[in-house]
């Protein structure tokens, strides 16, 4: 009988230690599976934010480069006029044969 409430009692405690063990990891996993969540939320914020920050940068680019052809543009512009005059003024001054011929091509080419 001593041998039989001693196994039962074995019996019992290695049950609620298996129990025990089975709310553990139970708890465990629930934590993990927390955790999991929370920092995948976090990293999607900072992708949101990168890829706005990404949105930002090119918008600046395509600004910074509109900026630069229009300086450009007008830098030749202003290239074309010095030389029209330039022409201009060869041309009324006979100073060149083949300015009247330069003038208009210049010109030809400015539209």
Do not use: W
């Not at 553990?24 to 900072?46: G, H, I, R, Y």
């Not at 010095?82 to 400015?110: D, G, M």
């Amino acid at each position: 009988m001593y041998l039989k409430s001693t196994s039962a009692k074995l019996n019992m405690s290695l049950l609620q230690f298996h129990y025990t063990q089975k709310v553990d990891f139970a708890q465990l996993k629930s934590e993990m599976q927390l955790v999991e969540k929370n920092d995948f939320a976090l990293m999607k914020v900072e992708n949101d934010r990168l890829m706005a920050e990404v949105d930002k940068l090119k918008q600046r680019l395509r600004e910074e480069i509109t900026r630069s052809q229009a300086g450009f543009r007008l830098d030749l512009n202003l290239e074309k006029g010095a030389v029209l005059v330039l022409c201009s003024y060869v041309c009324f001054h006979n100073l060149h044969p083949q300015a009247e011929y330069v003038t208009r091509q210049v010109c030809k080419n400015s539209r």
